[in-house]
């Protein structure tokens, strides 16, 4: 499908004929492909893709971290440390390193928003990354602030907020609690984070290459309802910041209407509140368009100018003098239950530091929450839909724990709880699958499924049988 006639028009009157030209040309080549490698289960940042060795990189625990993800690793994303180009698309599908959440595909423009973010943020920081499927940004922003902070992501559609649970529980890094609400509700917990970052809904101009099928949905009405719905967000979202606290604004847009002008039309009602964030380093050699729009930083990426898609981002500080007070909603219902010493027995033996933990309970479900983090879930949950949070570590039959799937894929897992099973790739795929695999290898009862030691669920052998235990909404359908 051809590009938008109007858009063109936009573009060409926007940008000017040469520069709208070369845009449009750009928009009709190939997409880069990239990932953003996960440094809790691979080694780390300054690793290269020849360097084998491991002398450094450990697990909680002491356990050794496996090797860098079998991809076919080209050269980094500039301004995301564990950001890579690769030379060709794989299938992603059929490795398992991607079910184990060793790595996330991710766009390399959109890994910029990491770069913002870096080194203005407390620690032990609230961010909430109010419009988060499917999940790259906040798996970064989870990476980002380490274990004493808590990303709150927000989806307001039900069947993406769960592909966003099952993205994060997937990357394992135990920090992050997955609510399903409209902005509105987040709003309510007025001057609460420490970051509020905006990944808005947009008309997709910046996709048009990656995805073919956003250009039939282009409309100039579209845009037109794209900018009036950001503004609503963008209300909700400063009004959730704490004085002092930084807002993040994206889209994956090129039009002014939903970028500069979304920042002009907040300015109007904010301008006295909004202040800089300070110098963003961006190298020349990345080919980033730099503005601002009064405090706001603005950096746009053009296809034909960086090596990724079209991307907008700008970042600004709410005053720290903002007359703003931080309130929660009134508490409705008390959703966390706490586990008795028993229970809590049983669950300390499976966490390779568990006196980091706090443990409690949703359902029959046990979790367990770094301790910095466990009373901001608990005030969460007793007002918000949360769909997950923390870690799900399993249910309690007659004083055993039987593992959650979630469990497999955190790093601070007790590898000693749990015999380790380690499959070669092809037994990986029929595991993923959740077929049958052979029992050679598995110890009697439960077992962690590994490849390349990395976690990716349980499995139960009983006898010559094995039970295969991995979620079936996340089995591999395609064959």
């Known amino acids: 499908m051809s590009l938008p006639e109007r858009f063109v028009e936009r573009t060409l009157r926007e940008l000017g004929v040469e520069e709208g030209r070369a845009l449009c040309e750009a928009l009709e080549s190939e997409s880069p492909t990239s990932v953003r490698l996960n440094a809790s289960k691979c080694r780390p940042a300054g690793a290269s893709p020849a360097d084998n060795r491991q002398e450094t990189a450990t697990l ?39 079910h184990a959440g060793a790595y996330y595909v991710q766009e390399a423009s959109s890994q910029f928003v990491g770069h913002l973010l870096r080194g203005r943020l407390p620690a032990g920081a609230r961010v909430l990354d109010l419009c988060a499927a499917p999940g790259g940004k906040t798996t970064l922003y989870a990476s980002l602030i380490g274990r004493e902070g808590l990303v709150v992501a927000n989806e307001i559609d039900r069947r993406r907020a769960s592909v966003l649970a099952d993205n994060v ?47 039939g949905e282009w409309s100039e009405a579209n845009v037109r309802l794209c900018a009036a719905r950001q503004d609503e967000i963008l209300r909700e979202a400063w009004r959730a910041l704490k004085p002092g606290g930084v807002l993040l604004y994206s889209t994956c847009t090129f039009n002014r209407e939903e970028d500069e002008g979304s920042l002009e ?12 964030t300070g110098p963003v380093e961006v190298d020349p050699a990345w080919g980033i368009c730099c503005g601002r729009v009064g405090a706001f930083r603005t950096f746009r990426f053009y296809p034909h100018r960086t090596c990724g898609e079209g991307f907008f981002a700008a970042v600004a500080r709410k005053s720290a003098e903002a007359d ?5 909603p009134k508490s409705r219902r008390s959703v966390l239950t706490p586990v008795d010493r028993k229970c809590a027995a049983e669950l300390l033996r499976w966490l390779t530091e568990p006196e980091a933990m706090r443990f409690g309970m949703a359902g029959d479900t046990c979790y367990a929450w770094y301790a910095g983090q466990a009373e901001a879930v608990r005030t969460l949950s ?24 979630a469990l497999a894929f955190f790093p601070g897992l007790n590898r000693t709880a749990v015999p380790v099973a380690e499959l070669a790739e092809e037994e990986a795929l029929r595991y993923l699958r959740r077929q049958e695999i052979a029992a050679a ?10 490849v390349r030691n990395r976690g990716l669920g349980f499995a139960k052998r009983i006898g010559s049988r094995v039970n295969n235990l991995y979620p079936n909404s996340l089995r591999i359908m395609k064959q």
């Open 441 to 450: 290898g598995l110890a009697e009862g439960m077992n962690l499924i590994c």
């Open 60 to 98: 909680p625990g002491g356990a050794t971290l496996p090797d860098l993800p079998r991809l076919p690793l080209l050269r980094r994303v500039p301004w995301c440390a564990d950001g890579w180009y690769l030379r060709e698309r794989p299938s992603f599908t059929f490795d398992p390193d991607f």
């Open 382 to 405: 007793e007002v918000l839909p949360v769909i997950g949070s923390g870690v799900a570590l399993g249910q309690i039959f007659k004083g055993v724990l039987k593992p959650d799937p």
């Open 169 to 215: 529980r997937k990357w394992g890094t135990g920090n992050v609690a997955v609510t399903c609400c409209d902005a509105a509700s987040l709003g309510r917990f007025e001057a609460w984070f420490d970051a509020v970052t905006v990944d808005a809904p947009c008309s997709g101009e910046g996709m048009f290459r990656k995805d073919p099928a956003a250009r």
């Open 265 to 276: 039309r907040m300015l109007a009602w904010a301008e006295t509140e909004v202040e800089e």
């Open 324 to 328: 703003a007070r931080a309130r929660t």
